[in-house]
């Protein structure tokens, strides 16, 4: 069972790189979520999906892109990396129904530098 | 919109004392969960409890308890007897109820970091 699994752990990229950051679920979860966290700060979501081949812009969507082809898979695509996109990127699911707010339930995140 | 507010950046405590953790949240729904996560030096991050706004029970999990009062708009966590495990960043979130065809985004509060040492 191994849950939420990102790849890779850690990535130093330089300005104007691009890379994908995956991310997958076995827990046959309808919802997923990119978050990132800068030093000091919550967590603020970049994008999320309720479902396969639907996807949708979270507080912060600038410089990315997503995917969402399988229920299991969900990347995240920086196109132009910029030094501001130096976080940690945490990826998440969750299995919703209405009037039931199922917790999330995180990968242990990618921590990225752009230099 | 939501907000989620954490007042105490960091907290020092000696091991077994008791700390509680503040939480205090905005918002304009009538129906919302709360959540406490905890993100050990790991980083990983752990989940801890859900609470809707209609059950203002207070829980009590072993050395851990929560405190819910919409009167104050706080959701407050308690550790008694505090244990050099438990330090970590403690992260209060609030997220508005899941209607169809949308998803339990959660806002964040910025996060508590509790150390403590023996």
């Known amino acids: 069972n191994a849950g939420v699994t990102q790849t890779p752990k850690f990535r130093i990229l330089k300005i104007g790189q691009s890379m994908t950051l995956q991310c997958a679920q076995d827990m046959n979860h309808n919802y997923m979520y990119w978050y990132r966290q800068d030093p000091g700060m919550g967590l603020k979501l970049i994008y999320y999906s309720v479902g396969a081949g639907i996807t949708d812009k979270g507080e912060v969507p600038n410089g990315y892109n997503v995917s969402r082809s399988t229920t299991e898979d969900f990347p995240l695509r920086l196109e132009l990396a910029a030094p501001s996109q130096t976080s940690v990127y945490f990826c998440a699911s969750s299995y919703s129904r209405i009037r039931d707010n199922s917790p999330l339930h995180f990968g242990n995140g990618t921590r990225l530098t752009v230099t | 919109a939501q907000k989620v507010t954490q007042a105490q950046t960091e907290i020092s405590v000696v091991e077994k004392e008791d700390v509680t953790l503040d939480c205090v949240y905005e918002t304009r729904d009538t129906t919302y969960y709360l959540f406490w996560y905890k993100q050990p030096p790991s980083g990983e991050l752990v989940f801890l409890i859900r609470?809707?706004?209609?059950?203002?029970q207070n829980e009590i999990s072993g050395r851990y308890s929560w405190n819910f009062q919409k009167s104050t708009s706080s959701f407050n966590f308690t550790i008694t007897a505090s244990q050099v495990v438990d330090s970590a960043v403690y992260f209060c979130a609030l997220s508005e109820a899941v209607i169809s065809g949308t998803a339990s985004k959660l806002t964040f509060g910025t996060g508590t970091r509790l150390q403590v040492t023996l």
């Open positions: 609470r809707n706004s209609f059950d203002e």
